[in-house]
């Protein structure tokens, strides 16, 4: 994920600046991939790693956009914490 390589670049940073945050985000990390274990597949739909998004279901998106937005929320607050 781009965004978990821009995280781990500021981490150090972060973890001075506002240590709390920096280890919310670094778990909301984990719990993102631990959500997306069940739809890995080798190897997956277009090479992906990945099942077909035609074949998760709507709730499973669902539990999935809240799991990724639990993580976008503090994931906003660090450029203006590190700037």
């Known amino acids: 994920m ?3 390589k821009a995280f781990d670049l500021l981490y150090p940073a972060l973890s001075q600046i506002d240590p709390t945050l920096a280890s919310t985000i670094r778990s909301r990390f984990q719990e ?20 077909n998004y035609d074949q ?16 976008a929320e503090p994931l906003s607050q660090v450029a203006a914490k590190v700037a």
Do not use: C, K, M, W
Not at 56 to 71: G, K, M, N, S
């Open 2 to 4: 781009g965004a978990q």
């Open 32 to 51: 993102v991939v631990d959500s997306l274990g069940p739809y890995r597949q080798d190897p997956g739909h277009e090479n992906s790693g990945f099942v």
């Open 56 to 71: 998760v279901e709507q709730a499973e998106r669902r539990a999935l956009a809240q799991t990724v937005d639990a993580l």
